[in-house]
């Protein structure tokens, strides 16, 4: 059996261009701000004494580390799922 090919070529484009666009923005982002954050942890980190604000500390730390892959991730999984969806209501149609 052969299908027909019922894809929407311009909706996948449009789906991979924004996904590209969303990708260059959150490095962007993620670069400028982390300038910002990293003299702010160098200058709190000196202060924590007490262990329970030390674990939040550190918990913080590890989401602004890995929060910009997550999010790329999670990006790239709903771009192939949104590119490779069929048109509505089309079914599989043969040839």
Do not use: C, H
């Not at 894809?7 to 910002?36: D, E, G, H, R």
């Not at 604000?53 to 949104?82: H, R």
Request: proline share 4%.
């Amino acid at each position: 059996m052969i299908f027909k090919n019922t894809y929407n070529k311009k909706a996948s484009a449009f789906v991979w261009f924004t996904a590209t666009i969303l990708v260059f923005a959150i490095a962007i982002i993620y670069i400028i701000m982390t300038q910002v954050v990293i003299p702010i942890q160098q200058a709190t980190n000196s202060t924590l004494d007490d262990p329970d604000y030390a674990s939040t500390y550190n918990t913080v730390i590890l989401v602004w580390k890995y929060w910009p892959i997550m999010l790329l991730v999670g990006i790239i999984i709903i771009s192939v799922v949104v590119g490779i969806r069929r048109e509505p209501y089309t079914g599989y149609e043969r040839f």
